[in-house]
């Protein structure tokens, strides 16, 4: 009945059941495959190394699985961002339009986020648009804590060695992975980079904007 409290403490035991998960699953791989084997496997190593152990009925339950928590996750990513994004909508932070669509607001959010999805898998494989993704993630990430230390400090009482030591480490995750891609694949730095700037710029001259036609 606390979410001051209860909403802190759920993400935390979340990420830890998530990062106990996800090393489960690691060492199972590990166990069951030799490095080159993972390699080749690629994104398919745990449906690989099911198979020692249930032979083919391992491989096509891991496949079933990962189709069933792929689509799951989808669905559940295009609604809370349609969410967030009417809410910075209806605040005048993002621009919008209609364009003759019926309905509520989240629902044409909805449709521009799909739309956009869809434009991503056109031009992008998906180890590209996971890489456009974490690149993304990771700089609005040290940009909102940035935001926290310098502007709400005070106001949401925040722990400085908290913030700062989330900084640091979004910093040092960010710079490794793109020093990586750097050398393996230039083009998702550099388009992450465009995309960067055209959204700097256009929420600029659209703030801009809006000032002046409330003045």
Request: aromatic fraction near 10%; hydrophobic fraction near 60%.
């Amino acid at each position: 009945m606390n979410p001051n409290k209860n909403v802190g403490r759920a993400i935390m035991i979340s990420l830890l059941l998530c990062t106990l998960v996800y090393v489960l699953v690691a060492l199972a791989v590990s166990v069951n495959l030799s490095i080159p084997e993972i390699i080749a496997a690629k994104d398919f190593s745990l449906a690989e190394a099911s198979k020692p152990a249930f032979s083919k009925y391992g491989l096509w339950f891991t496949v079933g699985i990962a189709i069933v928590a792929t689509i799951s996750g989808v669905i559940a990513s295009l609604f809370a961002v349609s969410r967030m994004t009417a809410m910075l909508t209806e605040i005048n932070l993002i621009p919008h339009k209609h364009f003759g669509m019926p309905g509520r607001l989240q629902k044409h959010m909805l449709v521009y986020t799909v739309v956009i999805a869809i434009i991503l898998t056109a031009f992008f494989d998906l180890s590209r648009i996971a890489s456009l993704g974490a690149i993304f993630y990771l700089t609005m990430d040290v940009i909102l804590q940035w935001g926290v230390l310098k502007n709400l400090r005070k106001k949401v009482k925040a722990n400085i060695l908290i913030v700062t030591t989330a900084i640091l480490l979004d910093l040092v995750v960010l710079g490794a992975f793109v020093w990586i891609k750097a050398s393996s694949d230039p083009l998702v730095i550099v388009v992450s980079t465009v995309l960067m700037v055209l959204v700097f710029v256009g929420e600029r001259w659209f703030l801009q904007w809006e000032t002046n036609e409330k003045s």
